[in-house]
């Protein structure tokens, strides 16, 4: 059962996670981007994805739903990334979901990982993943 079917008021889990879509997204696309903005501090936080370096957001939405990824489709977008490091206007994509049941957001996040490392060696650096012993 998806939140929404609940019938129970929605309650922020965080300033950037304002509903369950975002919820949804959050868990994929917030893994392997600390070298780009996932849209906070914007209308849109986890909807979108994108950088200053990335000034071609269509090659780079057409590279993502060429991989065929299931539930999601990926459209080029321009906004002002944050945080307010990125001064400049960038490129990216928005996330647009179209089937819940079919995405795998984790999925997601290491495909669009997987592709801004391969577009942008040298400005995109995915997050360290720790280990713990």
Sequence with gaps: MWFDQTG?????????IR?????????????PNDQ???????????????APWNQHPAGLADALNALG????LFQPVNFQPRPVSMRSDGGGVRLVVT???AIRPVSVGLALGR?????YPAQFRPAAIRTFS
């Design 99 to 101: 089937d819940r049941e």
């Design 8 to 16: 129970l008021p929605w309650v922020n889990p965080s300033p950037n």
């Design 69 to 72: 990824l299931a539930g999601v």
């Design 36 to 50: 780009s903005s996932v849209g906070r501090g914007t209308d849109t936080p986890f909807e979108v994805v994108g």
């Design 19 to 31: 509903s369950p879509l975002e919820a949804l997204l959050y868990s994929g696309v917030g893994l």
């Design 115 to 119: 592709l801004l490392l391969d577009r």
